[in-house]
């Protein structure tokens, strides 16, 4: 074999190679290069933009003060923009718009120490921003019906209309109802030009295909939606919160109706009756559903609504500690409600009987809150560990349990991921720790620190009656034998405990109960 003209480096050779010299004016004006060059000159303005969108307000501000690029780029990239609606902003409009001349979501807002800008304002605002979608007005008292209306032919692409404490009434609501034929979403809280309730509201041209929900706050005659919320056909979010007189009869008009689209109904310290919770349930597409503080729904009316609307998922219910909504009711929806996948519980007295057929029948339970109820005890929460096999989250709050009853969920729950317990006077932060330590990737949330200075509640306020309603059992559904005395219930607490002998427990002495005021629901899930 001849040998090749090339010879081959060895690989066990080493081969150095020195880097290359420059003078020191060719590595100077290298380094000029570097200092002076805008690298974002190389992005083209979309991606600028895109880039903008993922800074938050005080930054983007700081970033528009960099170049005239800059802030160009800004300007036409911001599609939502919040403005103090004080009548001084009239002069720089012009300029604020010219500006931002792509905005799709505008918030006005002025407070009550200030005046608000006028119909002038308004409707400038409305020649410049024609492509508006959503719209948020807090507190624009000088904005009339005529600067509301104007807006509405100007703004005809508005989905979604937000306002309170403002001053114009009916006839500025239905000129948007006529004229934005493709609103989706309106909210409505303390419009204080429809305290005389004359003129009705709806349903325009848009609630007949186009809106989807409709809530209304704080209203003196908020009847005067009737026409609206009947004739929005494909109306699937209701709520109807704080606002006075009678409910029932318009109620009765949505069930008659039986609206199959709609699936979320609020109702909010209103004056309902049974017979209001009788008529939603002919809507049987329900599948979330807020009872809060409506002292006249007892276990008849929730009882019909489970029964007719098998696909609830959510329930939050507040009882106001009347007493008047418990076993009975909540046992109707572990029977029928196999989809329930949260459930809210505030001031209701629900015992082992009615959280067992819960926990039973509702296999896909994941988010639990307990608030307020002196008939919870350890005996139910050792239910609930033992039973929810898919629940995430549970949160008890003012409840009579103890160490104890927290033990209990050290080996039940597979798939628990939060715990919250607030306002229980026989829990320690001790048991705490040690859950932390036996569950290791389970968030333990605990104010122990705290509960001596609180009382423990349910609801604000509130009715209080002196007995308890006897539940009234029916149906064939898994629960216990009503005739187990509180003995059985500790028995069976004490077996479930028994894994934990070889711990030292920390004493579980329940302390004198007293009823006091609680935040609400915001911090149940």
Same mark, same amino acid.
């Given at each position: 074999m001849g040998q090749s003209s090339s010879t081959a480096l060895d690989p066990t050779d080493r081969v150095f190679l020195s880097p290359p010299r420059f003078s020191n004016e060719i590595v100077e004006f290298a380094e000029d290069i570097v200092l002076t060059r805008d690298y974002t000159g190389d992005l083209p303005d979309d991606c600028l933009a895109y880039i903008f969108q993922f800074l938050g307000a005080g930054d983007r501000k700081q970033c528009s003060l960099v170049c005239k690029r800059w802030l160009r780029v800004d300007g036409v990239s911001r599609y939502r923009l919040s403005l103090n609606a004080h009548s001084e902003i009239l002069s720089s409009l012009q300029s604020i718009f010219t500006r931002f001349d792509s905005v799709t979501k505008l918030a006005l807002r002025c407070d009550r120490k200030s005046i608000s800008i006028n119909d002038d304002a308004f409707v400038l605002i409305s020649i410049r921003c024609q492509n508006l979608t959503r719209l948020k007005l807090r507190g624009c008292r000088e904005i009339t019906d005529h600067g509301i209306t104007t807006f509405a032919q100007n703004c005809k692409t508005l989905k979604k209309l937000s306002c309170g404490s403002?001053?114009?009434?009916?006839?500025? !609501?239905?000129?948007?109802? +006529?004229?934005?034929?493709?609103?989706?979403? $309106?909210?409505?809280?303390?419009?204080?030009?429809?305290? +005389?309730?004359?003129?009705? !509201? /709806?349903?325009? #041209?848009?609630?007949?295909?186009? $809106?989807?929900?409709?809530?209304?706050?704080?209203?003196?005659?908020?009847?005067?939606?009737?026409?609206? %919320? !009947? /004739?929005?056909?494909?109306?699937?979010?209701?709520?109807?919160?704080?606002?006075?007189?009678?409910?029932?009869?318009?109620?009765?008009?949505?069930? +008659?109706?039986?609206?199959?689209?709609?699936?979320?109904?609020?109702?909010?310290? $209103?004056?309902?009756?049974?017979? /209001? $919770?009788?008529?939603?349930?002919?809507?049987?597409? !329900?599948?979330?559903?807020?009872? %809060? =503080?409506?002292?006249?729904?007892?276990?008849? /009316?929730?009882?019909? %609504? #489970?029964?007719?609307?098998?696909?609830?998922?959510?329930?939050?219910?507040?009882?106001?500690?009347?007493?008047?909504?418990?076993?009975?009711?909540?046992? #109707?929806? #572990? =029977?029928?409600?196999p989809n329930l996948q949260e459930l809210v519980l505030i001031g209701v007295n629900a015992t082992h009987l009615s959280l067992t057929a819960i926990a039973c029948n509702c296999s896909k339970l994941e988010r639990l809150a307990l608030c307020g109820s002196g008939a919870i005890g350890d005996a139910e929460i050792a239910c609930i560990s033992a039973k929810c096999v898919a629940l995430k989250k549970l949160c008890i709050k003012g409840c009579a349990i103890s160490d104890l009853g927290i033990e209990a969920l050290a080996w039940g729950c597979p798939n628990l991921v939060k715990i919250k317990v607030k306002k229980c006077r026989g829990v320690s932060s001790d048991v705490a720790e040690w859950l932390r330590v036996r569950r290791g990737s389970l968030i333990v949330n605990l104010d122990a620190e705290e509960i001596d200075g609180l009382d423990a509640s349910g609801s604000d306020g509130g009715l209080q009656e002196g007995g308890l309603e006897v539940p009234m059992m029916g149906g064939q559904v898994n629960v216990p034998d009503a005739s187990s005395n509180i003995v059985g219930r500790l028995s069976y607490l004490k077996v479930k405990m028994g894994l934990v002998a070889g711990r030292n427990l920390v004493a579980g002495k329940f302390r004198r109960w007293t009823n006091g005021e609680s935040s609400g629901s915001n911090d149940n899930l």
């Open positions: 403002c001053t114009f009434g009916a006839k500025g !609501i239905n000129s948007v109802l +006529d004229h934005c034929t493709l609103l989706e979403e $309106l909210s409505i809280k303390r419009l204080r030009g429809i305290r +005389d309730g004359i003129q009705l !509201i /709806g349903p325009g #041209a848009s609630a007949a295909s186009s $809106l989807k929900s409709i809530c209304l706050k704080e209203l003196v005659n908020g009847q005067c939606f009737e026409p609206l %919320v !009947i /004739g929005a056909k494909n109306l699937k979010t209701l709520k109807i919160i704080r606002c006075l007189g009678d409910w029932d009869n318009v109620l009765d008009i949505i069930g +008659d109706s039986k609206n199959t689209s709609l699936n979320e109904i609020h109702l909010e310290r $209103l004056q309902v009756t049974d017979r /209001g $919770l009788t008529a939603i349930s002919n809507c049987s597409s !329900i599948e979330n559903l807020h009872i %809060v =503080k409506a002292p006249e729904c007892t276990n008849k /009316g929730l009882v019909s %609504v #489970a029964q007719k609307c098998s696909l609830l998922r959510k329930l939050h219910i507040d009882g106001w500690r009347s007493n008047k909504i418990g076993d009975e009711a909540l046992i #109707a929806v #572990a =029977k029928h409600c």
